[in-house]
């Protein structure tokens, strides 16, 4: 029933590397965190690609399956614009918090947010009682987000500075990928709902589909590592090394009782499997120092002591001075909440100072 269709394969590829970051994500994340919210989208997108049609081409009957099975198709129209919905309600918020510019904060303001779940609401009702309606408008929708999208990470990239203006341009290339794949299928999706009534995808239209979440997780996940999110950087550290002394465990233990099940019996694979246990426990103490080797060349510059917390505790702050002065200077409003940061984050006044003399310093003329 499985065939070896690429489009089939990479839809699979795109939606397990989605999901397994997002879960990641959510792990090593606090609640109500730009990561957070990362991990919802990502979800959200893994399932839009679940409950696409590119996913039936994992089965050798692709396309076909639509006539063996019936009942796929009213499920999928289902399933599929409820995840597109999903992203419509989920992306633009995502971005005010990730990015903070003049052109994403509205979508930071909780009226907003309500009114563009409710629209998001709409069109999916539409899709299902209005299919020909519904359906052009989700289209369309998704191809104006991901436009939109794209213009944000782009103008975050040029007005910012600093440690904002890193986050921004790795934001800026890997969302972009997926932006411009996605904008182009929807944009080429609403035009066909809007003149043809239905859209006729060939192989080239998958295959763009896909890439664009194949090529952009990686690329995310990078930006990640690399934009360091305060706090989530030595989490992330430590799941790694967690991971890496877990799987030696269950690698060697499974190798080891599996082998001498096969070759000798179940009983003595049992055996096997307790005496590699304890040789494991015998050995912990190299083992652990080689997880932490692998975790620290994953991450080198991630320490977990306090001059290290002090260092990131400075680039949060010269960020979010940074944020502040995109529209050309800091209001009264946002001094007063960057006194409160300071001081929750315990940073002199004098560091403080420094940072934005700095700052200001950088400004082109």
Not at 200 to 225: C, R
Request: aromatic share 12%.
């Amino acid at each position: 029933m499985f065939a070896t269709d690429l489009r089939g394969i990479l839809t699979l590829l795109s939606i397990l590397l989605c999901w397994i970051l997002a879960v990641w994500l959510f792990r090593v994340s606090e609640k109500g965190s730009t990561a957070r919210m990362l991990s919802v989208l990502l979800s959200a997108e893994g399932f839009t690609l679940a409950s696409s049609s590119a996913f039936l081409f994992l089965f050798s009957a692709g396309m076909a399956m639509y006539e063996l099975y019936p009942w796929i198709d009213p499920l999928q129209h289902k399933l599929h614009y409820l995840g597109d919905a999903a992203m419509i309600a989920l992306y633009p918020p995502f971005l005010a918090a990730a990015l903070n510019t003049r052109l994403a904060r509205p979508f930071g303001r909780k009226p907003v947010r309500i009114g563009l779940a409710v629209y998001a609401a709409t069109i999916y009702i539409l899709s299902q009682v209005v299919p020909q309606l519904g359906i052009t408008l989700v289209y369309m929708s998704m191809s104006l987000l991901f436009i939109y999208a794209l213009v944000v990470a782009i103008h975050a990239w040029i007005v910012s500075s600093g440690q904002a203006r890193t986050r921004a341009r790795i934001f800026g290339i890997a969302f972009g990928v997926r932006d411009i794949c996605w904008g182009y299928i929807y944009f080429q999706s609403f035009r066909a709902m809007l003149f043809d009534g239905e859209v006729d995808a060939d192989m080239a239209f998958y295959i763009v589909y896909i890439l664009g979440t194949l090529i952009a997780v990686p690329i995310i996940a990078y930006g990640i590592l690399r934009a360091h999110l305060f706090d989530i950087d030595l989490r992330i550290k430590w799941t790694i090394k967690q991971s890496t002394l877990a799987g030696i465990f269950v690698a060697v233990m499974f190798l080891i009782s599996e082998g001498a099940s096969t070759f000798l019996s179940a009983e003595l694979g049992n055996v096997a499997g307790l005496l590699a246990a304890a040789v494991l426990m015998f050995f912990l103490a190299p083992l652990q120092r080689f997880a932490e080797q692998v975790s620290s060349a994953a991450m080198p510059k991630t320490r977990n002591t306090p001059e290290y917390e002090a260092f990131r505790k400075m680039q949060v702050y010269e960020s979010a001075i940074s944020e502040a002065m995109i529209d050309g200077g800091i209001s009264p409003k946002e001094r007063a909440l960057l006194a409160h940061l300071r001081e929750s984050l315990g940073i002199s006044e004098t560091d403080a100072e420094a940072i934005e003399r700095d700052l200001e310093n950088s400004q082109p003329a």
